[in-house]
């Protein structure tokens, strides 16, 4: 079993940052980032693989950065240039890594709220 721990979020205007951090309790080959605002199905915003391969998806890419503490097994999602649409609960997962750059994901954290006003 691995427990996730995030911390980070907030509330911030459109245009800002903000970082989102998620410690596990021991190392897993991925780690990844979702996201669900009211109404709407949980949804993919990046992960981070083992050796440092990373995904983002489309509506984050260019804005969102992934990176893991060197050394530690903590992820961190640096969000800039932030839009209401961000506005959603983040949760973090954990899991294995498959097919070379996909992540499988086995363990999830209890959310972190981030909210964008326009």
């Known amino acids: 079993q691995v427990q996730l721990v995030e911390s980070g979020g907030g509330s911030v205007q459109a245009g800002g940052s903000l970082r989102v951090s998620c410690a596990a309790s021991r190392y897993t080959s991925c780690m990844a980032w979702y996201r669900q605002a009211p109404g709407k199905e949980r949804e993919f915003v990046s992960h981070i693989r083992n050796g440092g391969g990373t995904v983002y998806a489309d509506s984050v890419k260019g804005r969102f950065i992934i990176s893991k503490e060197n050394g530690k097994n903590t992820v961190i999602l640096q969000m800039n240039m932030l839009k209401p649409e961000d506005t959603a609960m983040y949760y973090c997962?954990?899991?294995?890594?498959?097919?070379?750059?996909?992540?499988?994901?086995?363990?999830w954290g209890q959310g972190t709220q981030v909210t964008v006003s326009s």
């Open positions: 997962a954990a899991g294995r890594t498959i097919n070379w750059a996909g992540c499988q994901v086995d363990y």
